[in-house]
């Protein structure tokens, strides 16, 4: 059997196994994808460990993804990393191969802009877009945001100096595809966006949307990249000042897609299950 799994501390809670589940039963596809917890500061150990068990019982174990806290040291495992993946500075997607060589990617990025693009149905070429965060969760989305054609990006941030890092660090992405990219303070954000998407952990912690209203454009798209109650505050904020609110869950789902892709070469059904995973959720 061909096994791949989560890693991740806490991992308990993470939805992928029911989601790869779902994608190999409906793409017929032969796989098992299970969740480890791996102990903090033994990940190498843990991806030793997934290899060898599976190959006592026989089994392959082709890949993985890589989630809290280990995406920042998963790269430093691989003998190829993808460029959205050394841009992001984080890997959620392994691939074993066959000669014991291990590559690496992000998919998080692109499974935002598919859910945007493709499950919300708004096209982000030529838009404003607003990022709110600089941390681990906003670098991992912004290169593919920009590949996505968006003109204007501001990333905002309570650490400006982060935003700026970022920017900087994403500068000739920006300049490449021709685009506007800048780096503000959260309350000096200037201007109204198409899409904001909010990549801070501020209401996993109770806290207010620490950005002004006025950024939010009447019928244009707020994303949340959480899911489930962490989203929920951002959510009604956007929808109070008059944009679409949207959660992470698409993003979940899409991200989950492209892996699956990378690992068997098939396109799985993504906005079916998403609709699945929601009613599940309701
Ligand atoms: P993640 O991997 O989820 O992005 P992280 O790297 O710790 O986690 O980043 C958390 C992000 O949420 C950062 O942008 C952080 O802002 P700072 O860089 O200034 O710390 C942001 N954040 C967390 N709590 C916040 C709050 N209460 N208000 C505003 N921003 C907050």
Request: proline fraction near 4%.
């Given at each position: 059997m061909d096994l791949y799994c989560v890693m991740g501390n806490p991992v308990e809670h993470s939805r992928s196994p029911r989601i790869h589940a779902r994608f190999a039963q409906l793409c017929g596809q032969q796989l098992e994808y299970?969740?480890?917890?791996?102990?903090?500061?033994?990940?190498a150990e843990g991806i030793a460990a997934f290899r060898r068990e599976a190959a006592e019982r026989g089994d392959a174990?082709?890949?993985?993804?890589?989630?809290?806290?280990?995406?920042?040291?998963a790269a430093a495992l691989a003998q190829h990393t993808s460029e959205r993946a050394l841009l992001a500075q984080a890997v959620n997607t392994l691939c074993f191969?066959?000669?014991?060589?291990?590559?690496?990617?992000?998919?998080?990025g692109i499974g935002l802009v598919?859910?945007?693009?493709?499950?919300?149905?708004?096209?982000?070429?030529?838009?404003?877009?607003?990022?709110?965060?600089?941390?681990?969760?906003?670098?991992?989305?912004l290169g593919p945001l920009l590949d996505a054609g968006a003109s204007r990006v501001v990333v905002a941030n309570r650490t400006v100096d982060k935003a700026v890092e970022l920017v900087r660090?994403?500068?000739?992405?920006?300049?490449?595809?021709g685009a506007s990219l800048e780096a503000w303070a959260l309350d000096e954000v200037p201007g109204a966006f198409d899409v904001v998407v909010n990549a801070t952990a501020s209401s996993l912690a109770g806290d207010a949307v620490p950005v002004k209203a006025s950024?939010?454009?009447?019928?244009?798209?707020a994303v949340d990249m959480m899911y489930g109650p962490a989203?929920?505050?951002?959510?009604?904020?956007?929808?109070?000042?008059?944009?679409?609110a949207r959660d992470g869950l698409g993003m979940l789902v899409e991200q989950a897609a492209e892996s699956f892709e990378i690992w068997r070469g098939v396109r799985p059904?993504?906005?079916?299950?998403?609709?699945e995973i929601r009613a599940e959720l309701k």
């Open positions: 299970g969740r480890r917890l791996i102990p903090l500061g033994a990940f174990a082709l890949g993985c993804n890589i989630t809290v806290p280990f995406k920042f040291e191969e066959a000669d014991g060589g291990i590559r690496a990617d992000n998919t998080d598919n859910d945007i693009v493709r499950n919300a149905g708004v096209p982000l070429q030529g838009k404003a877009l607003l990022l709110i965060g600089a941390g681990g969760a906003a670098a991992g989305v660090r994403h500068a000739a992405i920006a300049l490449r595809h950024v939010l454009r009447e019928g244009g798209l989203a929920a505050g951002f959510m009604a904020w956007a929808e109070a000042h008059g944009a679409v059904p993504s906005a079916q299950v998403l609709a």
